[in-house]
């Protein structure tokens, strides 16, 4: 009779073929649109404000995406206040059927107690549905008032609500998911906009990634030493067990 092969060897096998499997199976790509180096100047005390406008092509329209942010606005002179800004994304699609609109920031930092939201200027961020603090709240979350422009990875204001009346308390309505859901062919528009008077800041840089969900990257070399791992301990375990 031969000998039963070690249950911890099949759980091995069966999580990498059916990683493997997986991997095969989902080939969906990713997408990154947007603009670097634009040093765009925001108008001060401007609800018009500055729009940029991208259209996507030959994307793939099946998957969902999860979407990311960066956003880059610098202070000019002696730079605006972060409290100042309201930002949105719009997509639409080719066809103009469906647009949606994520807002990104809207007066960060503005509350009855802080009219004039938070005084740092600049911004190098990450905004994602997917990070654990909403922006609007970032100096709650760091512990108080920063030196330097904002970094790192926050989830989009969504208080999509008039900016001139904008708190901390508005109801966040929007975020990036729904945007996400849509063919990713078509339209993607930024608008930022001043709303205070006093320093000025510019757009340097901002990007649209689009990641598909639920994809497993293609197999590598690493799972393919675990298949060559398998086999070559089950050869050794075989050999082993005949000679007892």
Not at 92 to 103: I, K
Not at 218 to 239: D, H, I, K, M, Q
């Amino acid at each position: 009779m031969s000998p039963l092969i070690p249950s911890g060897f099949v759980r091995v096998a069966l999580l990498t073929l059916l990683l493997a499997g997986g991997a095969r199976a989902q080939s969906a790509t990713g997408f990154v649109l947007g603009e670097r180096s634009l040093q765009l100047p925001i108008p001060d005390l401007d609800p018009s404000g500055v729009a940029r406008n991208l259209v996507a092509t030959g994307l793939e329209a099946g998957p969902t995406y999860d979407l990311s942010v960066r956003l880059v606005i610098a202070g000019t002179g002696f730079g605006a206040f972060n409290g100042d800004y309201y930002a949105y994304l719009r997509h639409e699609t080719p066809s103009g059927s469906q647009s949606q609109l994520a807002v990104l920031l809207n007066r960060v930092g503005r509350s009855v107690e802080a009219p004039s939201g938070y005084s740092e200027s600049g911004f190098d961020v990450t905004l994602s549905d997917a990070a654990v603090w909403d922006i609007h709240h970032y100096q709650v979350a760091l512990g108080g008032v920063i030196d330097t422009p904002l970094t790192g990875t926050w989830q989009p204001d969504g208080r999509r609500v008039n900016p001139t009346i904008s708190l901390d308390t508005s109801p966040r309505t929007t975020s990036l998911e729904p945007l996400g859901r849509m063919d990713p062919n078509g339209s993607w528009t930024l608008f930022l906009a001043d709303m205070e008077a006093g320093g000025t800041g510019k757009l340097v840089e901002w990007e649209v990634r689009g990641t598909p969900r639920g994809v497993i990257p293609e197999p590598g070399s690493t799972a393919l030493l675990a298949v060559g791992a398998f086999v070559l301990g089950w050869v050794r375990y075989r050999r082993g067990t005949t000679r007892r």
